[in-house]
């Protein structure tokens, strides 16, 4: 089945200490993002990906970054987690055809828990 | 700036109805999704709307009015797997998302 993979489901590091959320999707769809989302409120776009183009939200702090090396893959690296960082990373795609209807399908999510 | 808004929380009882509502203000308008989100898990397409009038799909139908920057979603014969948050999204004139903060409504027995 085409789907949003993300990986791990649940990631544990310490204050400070590097981390790399992972997602990669089996539909081909030009466009991927990442949210943030903490508990009880919505979805917090940090940056998105049209094909190669980045497009980093205005208020996405430096010390989140992403990659893109190809099509399938999309990473979310965090170079030094607060604890305010603990939070749910969504990963989501989305197709450009008929622009006007732009569904984005989402992976599982990644819980990331900083000690 | 751009705002959507819609009740924290609701409660219902199985096998009843509930609406529950949506107003935007956003920088354009491109349709209106709703999602639904079980807790710790990602959110899953329930429906879009971007004409006015009501959109209906099994248990769950979503109505819009544009020049009332208003949306329902209803849920009919509800059950306790029904238990989530709801999220309403508006895309916006760049094709962007603009998200609530959801609704979590609470189904009792």
């Known amino acids: 089945d085409a789907m949003v993979i993300q990986n791990p489901r649940y990631q544990v590091t310490q204050f400070g200490k590097p981390v790399t959320l992972s997602c990669s999707q089996t539909l081909n769809h030009n466009v991927m993002y990442w949210y943030q989302q903490k508990s009880s409120q919505a979805p917090k776009l940090l940056f998105h990906y049209y094909d190669k183009d980045f497009n980093n939200e205005a208020d996405t702090p430096d010390n989140f970054q992403s990659r893109r090396p190809n099509t399938s893959f999309c990473f979310l690296d965090i170079r030094s987690p607060g604890l305010g960082d603990a939070a749910m990373y969504l990963c989501a795609t989305s197709p450009i055809g008929d622009i006007s209807y732009n569904e984005q399908f989402f992976g599982p999510g990644t819980r990331l828990t900083v000690l | 700036g751009q705002n959507i808004d819609q009740p924290t929380e609701m409660t219902a009882t199985e096998g009843a109805i509930v609406q529950i509502n949506c107003t935007y203000q956003?920088?354009?308008?491109?349709?209106l999704f709703w999602y639904q989100q079980h807790a710790g898990e990602a959110p899953t397409f329930l429906s879009y709307n971007v004409l006015d009038g009501l959109e209906e799909k099994g248990r769950f139908s979503s109505f819009l009015s544009r020049s009332k920057g208003y949306s329902y979603l209803l849920l009919k014969e509800l059950q306790m797997k029904d238990s989530a948050s709801y999220l309403c999204?508006?895309?916006?004139?760049?094709?962007?998302?603009?998200w609530g903060a959801g609704t979590k409504l609470i189904i009792k027995p």
């Open positions: 956003t920088s354009g308008f491109n349709g």
């Open positions: 999204a508006v895309s916006d004139s760049n094709y962007q998302l603009i």
